[in-house]
């Protein structure tokens, strides 16, 4: 199971951007990035009103994940989204633990498509499902908001003029905006957290590793950060990539994006 230290997803606005001299171009494909939930067996043991909040970019998925142990007859009923114009289901299969022990939980995946601009609630209830089973030993209240988002990418061939990468872009409040950043931890380095100047205007939503398509040993994959429009003003995001432990080449690459928010 994938981590959710951090999530990302991108969708697509025009933007104004440029990185040294390699213009930033706006995209409206859609990814495989996506924003992950876990509902742990800790959570669904201390219910029963499990209630989480996630934001997603529109034409991009959330995956959630929910603790399941069908051998005790409990499983999560169909989810439903309140607003299904927003936001909806479309995958949910089960998968069985790694472990040999009998009676070890598995684990629900749940699917959700994020269509449109807007908030929705996704919900679900832990239930032994025949006529007189236990039902609602736990319940799911997702909240989904699915934004705007403006994509900023920023690849390998970016850095080969300068180490040095500077973006500028221009949103509303309440949009998101997705920055790709070439990465390859299989060579030590990796992208340090990222430091915004004024969190009263932007804050870092999400962030999450994808690993390059193909079998391609030590090719580069992605690291996408989402950034959350808050406010009117005007904020700056730098990151710095390096090698992050004590003796480690830092600050090999820089990227520092400029945001105006309306």
Same mark, same amino acid.
């Given at each position: 199971? /994938?981590?959710? /230290? ?12 440029? *990185? ?14 996506? *924003? ?7 959570? *669904? ?6 209630? /989480?909040? *996630? ?89 989904? !908001? ?17 180490? !040095? ?18 990465? !390859?931890?299989?060579?030590?380095? /990796? ?72």
């Amino acid at each position: 199971m /994938r981590k959710s /230290r951090f999530a990302a997803l991108f969708g697509a606005l025009a933007i104004t951007a440029s *990185v040294g001299a390699v213009p930033v171009a706006a995209e409206s494909e859609s990814h495989g990035s996506a *924003v992950y939930v876990e509902i742990t067996c800790d959570d *669904v043991s201390a219910g029963p009103a499990i209630e /989480r909040t *996630v934001d997603a970019p529109t034409g991009h998925k959330v995956e959630v994940h929910l603790c399941s142990n069908p051998t005790t007859g409990f499983r999560w009923s169909t989810p439903v989204s309140s607003v299904p114009e927003v936001a909806t289901v479309s995958d949910w299969a089960f998968e069985d633990s790694d472990s040999d022990m009998a009676g070890a939980p598995g684990v629900e995946h749940l699917t959700i498509d994020a269509v449109a601009p807007g908030s929705t609630m996704i919900t679900s209830s832990y239930d032994q499902p025949w006529d007189g089973g236990t039902k609602g030993a736990a319940t799911l209240s997702l909240t989904v !908001n699915v934004g705007k988002a403006t994509k900023v990418a920023i690849d390998c061939a970016s850095f080969e003029s300068t180490p !040095n990468a500077t973006a500028s872009v221009e949103v509303a409040a309440g949009d998101l905006i997705v920055v790709s950043l070439c990465s !390859n931890p299989t060579t030590g380095f /990796r992208w340090a957290d990222p430091v915004v100047s004024d969190s009263a205007v932007v804050e870092v939503d999400s962030w999450v590793y994808e690993a390059p398509s193909g079998d391609a040993m030590g090719a580069s994959g992605t690291e996408h950060v989402v950034l959350h429009a808050l406010a009117a003003g005007s904020a700056t995001v730098t990151g710095s990539y390096g090698r992050p432990w004590e003796g480690g080449e830092q600050g090999v690459w820089t990227v520092e994006l400029s945001i105006t928010v309306s």
